[in-house]
């Protein structure tokens, strides 16, 4: 096993993960790549109903293999006022504050995290780990399971990435490693997203070789125009300008961020719209409600703001709305938050449908074919559900059949289209149904395929890893 430790969040540890996962998998070997624990509102559901974030997954291909629960032990998910869901091994165990959250991860993360990499390390040549934030998180000393906790429990090497764009790459190097618990077990470092010649920084390098003992690796370029899933919101800050005719509703509690990337990849482009910005929604042709971490809130979000009434006026115009998951609740008629109530949130009515939440909650990968009443062809297509509740239509038109069951409503002049299923904008009929897209050879997974490899190529030609090599021969 070899851990990417980072400096910062956003220094590139989830990208160097992916692309050593690639480069080793492109050598011959089974990788697999592992996240004791991370903090994201961007999940997938894999294939046999367990929730992984979104990164792991991006290195699982990288990797070339299917994801499994033992690689992302510990997931959370903010939830708002001091909350987060915590999903342990792929299955919720619900919300709990700060405190609860610290009294759980002591009690079983050692054995969790323990166990699953003996069990990925019978089935796998090499393990990728990534760490959390920073090793070096002092206020956090004895509750941090992310970082060399990991890479203690078996003497593993750690590579150490910084990110030079944003100044202070020595400092931060430096200043990581004196701080750092079991800093020994960092053997090398990089310098991520460089702009211009890196020879200038060889002095530098020296002297910090010299002054910690750990050996350089290289000096990665900063790379342009290159797009590839986002690990978290942080990820998704600015939107994608494009044609500029594609609005997507950012509430505060937006979920699955990921949903977006399509329209990044695309050249397609989008603009979030919250309460600062809602006359945008007036030179807009598709509105997307996301998905929710908080339904209520997120609703009630858009009634404070007026962006409710907006979104109707929009429809009447002739503009599509598309509502994904928590959006696709919020178009429907009513929203019931406890199942044993008869009191129900209103929610748009732009949908026959309603929705009852339980203690349930649905994860699921899902297959399935595009109604070609809708959209002029029976597409297949894949995808995941992750939800609470249970949406019940009575629209007479829906949009796809997966598992011999109709899924997802549309209104019935076809301009509203409300579903569970993540992922359906990779589709291109369904994105040119929404978006008048026409570009024939558009292939997301094609792209993503091609873009992980460049990413791969611009970090492995950039570093030696030669002693990467060594290590893994002698193990």
């Known amino acids: 096993m070899i851990q990417v430790l980072g400096t910062s969040s956003s220094a590139g540890k989830s990208t160097l993960t992916m692309a050593l996962c ?74 709990m504050t700060i405190s609860q959250y610290r009294k759980y991860m002591a009690h079983v993360a050692p054995e969790n995290i323990k166990k699953s990499i003996h069990a990925l390390s019978n089935d796998y040549d090499i393990i990728i780990a990534e760490g959390a934030g920073s090793p070096a998180e002092i206020n956090l000393e004895g509750d941090d399971f992310a970082n060399t906790f990991v890479s203690a429990l078996f003497d593993t090497p750690c590579i150490l990435i910084t990110d030079i764009d944003r100044g202070g790459a020595f400092a931060s190097l430096y200043g990581t490693l004196k701080l750092m618990r079991r800093s020994d077990l960092v053997k090398w470092f990089v310098i991520n997203r460089m702009s211009g010649d890196s020879r200038v920084l060889e002095p530098g390098i020296k002297y910090l070789e010299n002054t910690t003992g750990k050996e350089a690796l290289g000096v990665v370029p900063k790379m342009r125009s290159i797009d590839l899933p986002g690990e978290d919101s942080l990820d998704y800050l600015s939107a994608e300008q494009g044609t500029g005719n594609i609005a997507v509703i950012r509430y505060p509690y937006m979920e699955n961020y990921s949903d977006v990337d399509p329209l990044r990849l695309s050249g397609l482009g989008f603009s ?10 007036d030179s807009c042709s598709l509105i997307i409600l996301p998905g929710s971490k908080n339904v209520a809130m997120d609703l009630a979000y858009l009634r404070d703001t007026g962006l409710d009434s907006m979104i109707l006026r929009q429809k009447e115009r002739g503009c599509r709305i598309l509502g994904i998951c928590g959006g696709y609740q919020m178009l429907g008629k009513t ?13 748009l009515a732009l949908l026959n449908c309603r929705t009852v939440y339980s203690k349930n909650k649905t994860v699921k990968k899902v297959n399935g074919k595009l109604n070609r009443e809708v959209f002029d062809s029976d597409d297949d297509f894949s995808g995941y559900e992750i939800h609470y509740g249970l949406v019940s239509s009575s629209d007479k038109k829906f949009v796809a059949v997966t598992d011999s069951q109709n899924e997802g409503s549309v209104s019935e002049d076809g301009s509203v289209i409300g579903t569970n299923i993540h992922s359906l904008l990779e589709n291109k009929t369904f994105l040119r149904y929404l978006t008048g897209f026409r570009q024939s050879d558009f292939d997301y997974l094609s792209i993503l395929e091609n873009n992980i490899e460049k990413v791969t190529e611009n970090f492995i030609s950039h570093m030696n890893m030669k002693p990467l090599l060594s290590y893994i021969e002698e193990k």
Request: hydrophobic share 40%.
């Open 22 to 95: 690639r480069h080793f998998s492109n050598l011959g070997f089974k990788v697999a790549p592992f996240k004791s624990v991370n903090m994201s509102l961007n999940s997938v559901a894999t294939g046999d109903g367990i929730e992984i974030s979104r990164s792991v997954w991006l290195q699982c291909k990288a990797a070339r293999v299917e994801p499994v629960r033992e690689m992302n032990p510990f997931l959370l998910k903010p939830e708002g006022m001091g909350g987060s869901q915590v999903i342990s091994l792929g299955v919720s165990r619900g919300i």
């Open 272 to 281: 979030y719209v919250d309460g600062s910005n809602p006359t945008h929604l």
């Open 335 to 347: 929203i019931a938050f406890n199942e044993d109530s008869a009191t129900a949130l209103p929610g």
